[in-house]
């Protein structure tokens, strides 16, 4: 194998608003290898990959590309560089052919400055030959295309553009195993041995493992160790690496006595967001308990939540509110029956960013501040001020509109709201997900306040950490399935993070 | 803090009442017709005419909707009440003078739950609905008309809308009325808090579970019963009925919506910007007219005046 | 591979083209006048309006956007020529004007759309009414008479069939060729089908989004042209409603799409076909032309709410097929 690099990237440094996240970071990539990219949610993997994208800028640090030292200035600049990103959620126009989506932007025409169809349909064949699916039709619709083929378009789409280096991000999150051997073979034998470079960013670690000929590991914005692929290697090494030594307890939790049960889930199917099926999940909320539901991101968590808050089809299974089966097929109802929700996209779902803060906390419990129809300004005032000063929040943030808050002060506002309309359920979506230290801790502080209020807290979370901390129950969500129940203190961090890469059962 | 939050608010408003303020002085001095009692009543009646549709069209706006069939409603309004009383006996007293005007009030109501239906369980985009209705309505005043101006409402209705209480015209008191509900709805109601919520962000108010279906419906059905307001107002005051009235006065009141400073993406709505920009386009148009500038230069000014708000508006909310 | 060609060219198309043909056969059998030479010119004549603005209308809709001025440049490019035309301009110089000004108003339309990323609704309502306003301005509200009858002969004569016919003909060609053998074509489709997509592969997107509205503009104003001639007059209230809203309607029945991300030129005529078809059956009938704007107003507003359940359903369809 050539030693040459395609690309390099020195002492790569980025804050986000104080938060620190990448700390001087080196990577190399060499002709024609597979590199792994791992790391826990929030080492910094994405952001080390936008970088070398063109859609964030460092702060400092050098970027070499084919021996040049380069400063990128867009995406578009990026793919001219050969830099070619492979997202998880293609990009694809769905309405046009595979041919018609290859040769975007750079369709070839004749004399006249038509399209030469059948040159590019010739062309088309090709390379979708070349890497081995010659069974796409070029004249399909994408649209209609099984994800995995969608997937093979857009890789060939890069080709033709010119890739050298594929930044491939969860590739194989909706396909099947037959799909994913397929690629694996498509990657190794036609890309690679041709001199193109891949870097697989991937939470499946037996594939990281069988796909790289290096690894990279990240953690909180550091590049720990490059590992060069061995047969001694395991997954178990690689969790060592990611998981580090110190775990430091930020996540304080009252002990609350349970009381009788209020939610319970049996059997519930749904499909998740990348085209997968969740099956038969099982599990039971008691009051003032909270049970934590982690695993790593894109397995289900969120949509389990959208299931329960009835935005997302149950496809089957049962819910039972107070031992009696209830029907949840829209908010409205799931509102009624005393759902509370709190998304993990603040700026989507949980904000009216236009409204002022205090409105914005008022939203759905408008019954408590007006006569039906009339709002009484006093009473939402006094609401508003009462909560702030329990939450240890300033008092002018409620008149700010929600725009103008931090990420944390943001957070609290979604989840004061949840306390001013008295959920008896609430559902916590990556509770802390973007927010400072302190606002974490804050945040799990009301979440045992919650609990101590003898609520029913459901937290769906892929931070290990807080689930560990706050949780009286955790179950595991992964490919395979659902693991589960572990009472609080059954398990610890290295533990966990084996059954969420499903390594545990060599442990 | 409160105050400093709400001062861009005050800014624009500023800017407005300047506007106006300096049109009138200028006109004033340049003409003067501006000054006469007559030309005031003129402006008022204009003036309340456009403000009736636009305080619903602020609402409308607000909650990230248009609503482009109000001016076929002011028409298709005016034409069956005027069908009513020509056509029922004894119509001339005062209970059949009322029960026109509420069937007024149903017809344009009714057109708004229509479009409310339309945007909501179809899931057609609101100004394409309110665009199809506005065809629709048009069509079905012309057609109940047979294409003709009609004449005669009994005395009771003419003068419900037509003269004066203390000096001051009748469509005006309405306007203001309306106007000072409208700034209490937008401002003070539930309805108005979800209104701004809805038009903010749809998809976090549906997430808490609220019925949007519901709300609205309920705000196409006030833009609906306004803009029959409206109508009857105008075919009052006319002493007429035409199935072409209110050919672009959608224009008109999402013209002065948006130049009082409500953001034609939703979320954030001004009554108050609205009763201003109604004025000074009521201002500017009489000042077209009393100058002698033909009235064809009406039409310019209103596309102009979309076209600047919204840019401007698209700057100010990035 | 020809046959199989015609196979799924019929297979998507079979729904309009059997309405199509279910309408004529309505008419005909219910009327004698139907089907003679005489009414099916005059159905295709009348057809050449609306077409020539689908043509431009076709590409801004693929693109996601709409554009509702045209009916409004239709009059005002009219009242302009018509204008250029009495101050003794030649022909051919003024017919050069009056398309420039349609892309003017073309231009600034989507540059104002590019931009400032504003809603094309919006920015084609406000122009509608600046144009309008100009029309009659320019106009003083009044129709203009009187046009060398070159200019005439050329866009509204009769030489076998009506000229503007084989004009229209000429436009369709052109929009054919444009919407399927060519980059334009292509990438006003992928704007309106993932714009990010388009701007990831390096299509110059604000570039497009004016050339499409220039088009549309350019359209409009040799739309008018026959308009002007057919009437011997140009006024300035042409296309108040009925043109414009035809020109949304046609595409949208022939199977374009409101979201975007389509063109289909041969549903487009056949849609603006249909439109007229039940236009002159409605004539031959004896029904007022009220009930015709409203039974036209009522087949535009249910081909849209199908169009926006069509879309869901694909958008369903599409999802299942990745499950």
């Not at chain 1, 089957?316 to 509110?321: A, D, E, R």
Request: charged share 15%.
């Amino acid at each position: 194998m050539a030693e040459t690099s395609l690309l390099e990237m020195h002492d790569i440094n980025k804050s986000y608003g104080g938060i620190h996240a990448l700390k001087g970071v080196d990577l190399d990539l060499r002709v024609g290898e597979v590199l792994g990219l791992v790391g826990e949610n929030g080492a910094g993997k994405t952001t080390l990959m936008k970088i070398l994208c063109g859609i964030e800028k460092p702060d400092s640090g050098r970027i070499i590309v084919g021996g040049e030292e380069i400063r990128i200035h867009n995406p578009h600049h990026a793919q001219e560089l050969g830099i070619a990103m492979i997202p998880q959620e293609l990009v694809l126009v769905p309405e046009m052919t595979v041919m018609e989506n290859i040769f975007l932007g750079r369709e070839k025409t004749g004399s006249v400055r038509f399209l030469r169809k059948n040159v590019m349909m010739d062309e088309t064949k090709r390379l979708l030959e070349d890497l081995k699916c010659s069974y796409i039709n070029p004249a399909d619709m994408v649209g209609f295309l099984p994800k995995a083929d969608q997937q093979l378009v857009a890789i060939a789409r890069r080709i033709l553009q010119g890739g050298k280096a594929f930044i491939m991000d969860e590739p194989t999150a909706a396909l099947t195993e037959r799909e994913t051997r397929n690629l694996f073979e498509i990657i190794s034998t036609r890309l690679c041995a041709s001199g193109r470079s891949v870097i697989f960013i991937s939470h499946r670690l037996e594939e990281v493992l069988k796909i790289s000929n290096r690894i990279c590991v990240l953690r909180d914005g550091n590049l720990i160790t490059v590992l060069e692929a061995a047969a001694d290697m395991d997954k178990k090494t690689l969790i060592f690496h990611m998981v580090g030594g110190e775990i430091k307890d930020e996540f304080p939790k009252i002990e609350v006595k349970r009381g009788k049960e209020v939610l319970r889930v049996e059997d519930v199917t749904f499909s998740t967001n990348q085209g997968g099926i969740v099956k038969d999940i099982n599990f039971s909320v008691h009051e003032g308990e909270v049970v934590g539901i982690t695993g790593l991101v894109g397995v289900g968590k969120t949509e389990l939540g959208q299931t329960l808050i009835g935005v997302r089809d149950l496809l089957s299974g049962k819910f039972f509110i107070d031992d009696k089966e209830v029907a949840i097929n829209s908010p409205v109802k799931a509102v009624e029956l005393g759902f509370g929700y709190v998304s993990e996209d603040r700026r989507e779902e949980g904000l009216v960013l236009d409204l002022q803060s205090l409105h914005n906390m008022t939203i759905n419990s408008l019954d408590q501040v007006s006569n039906r129809f009339v709002l009484i300004k006093s009473r939402e005032n006094k609401l508003g001020e009462g909560i702030a000063k329990r939450l240890s929040m300033k008092k002018e943030f409620l008149q700010m509109e929600a725009q103008q808050l931090s990420g944390g002060n943001q957070q609290k506002v979604v989840v004061i709201r949840q306390i001013v309309s008295n959920s008896r359920i609430i559902i916590f979506d990556e509770p802390t997900k973007g927010i400072d230290v302190a606002a974490k801790s804050e945040v799990s502080r009301i979440i045992g306040e919650l609990s101590r209020e003898m609520k029913a807290i459901l937290l769906l979370s892929s931070e290990p950490r807080e689930v560990l901390g706050i949780s009286d129950l955790i179950f595991v969500l992964s490919k395979d399935g659902m693991e589960g129940p572990y009472p609080r203190g059954t398990l610890d961090y290295e533990q966990l993070m084996a059954i969420e890469f499903g390594a545990h059962k060599k442990v | 803090m409160f105050a400093r939050s709400r001062s861009p608010f005050f800014h624009s408003y500023l800017g407005l009442i300047g506007a106006v303020v300096a049109i009138s002085v200028y006109l004033s001095i340049a003409s003067p017709y501006f000054l006469k009692v007559a030309n005031f009543v003129n402006i008022g009646n204009q003036i309340a005419i456009n403000l009736i549709i636009a305080v619903g069209m602020t609402l409308i706006i607000t909650s990230g909707g248009i609503d482009l069939s109000v001016g076929s409603n002011v028409a298709l309004t005016g034409i069956l009440v005027a069908l009513f009383y020509l056509k029922m006996p004894a119509s001339s007293t005062v209970p059949m003078v009322i029960l026109g005007m509420i069937l007024g009030l149903a017809t344009g109501t009714a057109i708004g739950i229509i479009n409310g239906l339309i945007i909501n369980t179809l899931g057609v985009p609101p100004f394409i609905a309110t665009l199809g209705t506005m065809g629709v309505m048009r069509g079905l005043a012309l057609i109940a008309s047979n294409g003709r101006v009609l004449y005669g409402m009994p005395k009771g209705f003419e003068s419900t809308f037509a003269g004066f209480i203390g000096g001051i015209p009748k469509p005006v008191i309405v306007a203001v009325v309306i106007a000072i509900i409208g700034v209490f709805i937008l401002g003070r109601t539930t309805l108005g808090r979800y209104a701004k919520a809805i038009g903010g962000n749809e998809r976090c108010v549906r997430v808490c579970g609220i019925n949007i279906e519901r709300h609205k419906i309920t705000i196409y059905a006030i833009g609906g019963c306004l803009a029959s307001i409206s109508g009857l107002a105008l075919t009052s005051m006319m002493n007429a009925a035409e199935p072409i009235a209110g050919n672009f006065y959608e224009l008109d009141a999402i013209a002065v919506v948006v130049m009082g400073g409500t953001n034609l993406m939703g979320g954030k709505g001004t009554m108050i910007g609205t009763i201003l920009g109604a004025l000074l386009l009521g201002i500017v148009r009489n000042g077209l007219n009393i100058m002698k500038v033909p009235a064809n230069y009406h039409q310019l000014l209103v596309g102009i005046i979309i076209l600047v708000a919204v840019i401007i508006g698209s700057k100010r909310s990035r | 591979m020809k046959t199989g060609y015609v196979f799924t060219f019929l297979r998507k198309h079979w729904g309009i083209i059997a309405t199509l043909v279910g309408i004529s056969l309505f008419f005909g059998l219910s009327s004698q006048y139907f089907f003679t030479f005489y009414n099916l010119l005059n159905i295709l004549n009348h057809t050449t309006i609306t077409l020539i603005l689908a043509m431009g209308m076709v590409f801004v809709l693929a693109s996601g956007g709409i554009d509702l001025s045209v009916g409004s440049t239709l009059g005002f490019t009219g009242v302009a020529t018509a204008l250029i035309l009495k101050a003794g301009t030649p022909p051919l110089l003024a017919a050069l004007c009056g398309i420039g000004i349609g892309a003017l108003i073309g231009a600034v339309n989507g540059t104002i759309i590019a931009k400032f990323h504003l809603q094309p609704f919006i920015v084609t309502l406000g122009m509608l009414s600046i144009v309008r306003g100009l029309a009659l301005v320019f106009s003083n509200g009044k129709p203009i008479y009187g046009f060398p009858g070159i200019f005439t002969t050329f866009f509204a004569g009769h030489v076998g069939i009506p000229t503007n016919i084989y004009l229209t003909i000429a436009i369709v060609a052109f929009g054919s060729i444009v919407a399927n053998k060519t980059r334009f074509g292509l990438y006003a489709k992928s704007i309106g089908g993932s714009e990010a997509s388009a701007h990831i592969c390096g299509v110059n997107i604000p570039l497009i989004v004016i050339l499409i509205y220039v088009q549309s503009g350019i359209f409009a104003s040799i739309t008018s042209f026959i308009y002007m001639s057919m009437m011997d007059a140009a006024e300035p209230l042409a296309g108040l409603l009925t043109e414009w809203l035809e020109a949304i309607a046609a595409p949208i029945i022939g199977g374009n799409s409101l979201s975007g991300g389509i063109i289909t030129i041969f549903g487009t005529i056949i849609g603006a076909l249909i439109l007229a078809t039940v236009r002159s059956g409605l004539n031959i009938f004896g029904v007022q032309p009220f009930y015709q704007q409203l039974f036209i107003g009522l087949i535009i507003i249910i081909s849209v709410i199908a169009d926006s359940i069509r879309q869901r359903r694909s958008r369903l369809s599409r999802e299942r097929v990745v499950t």
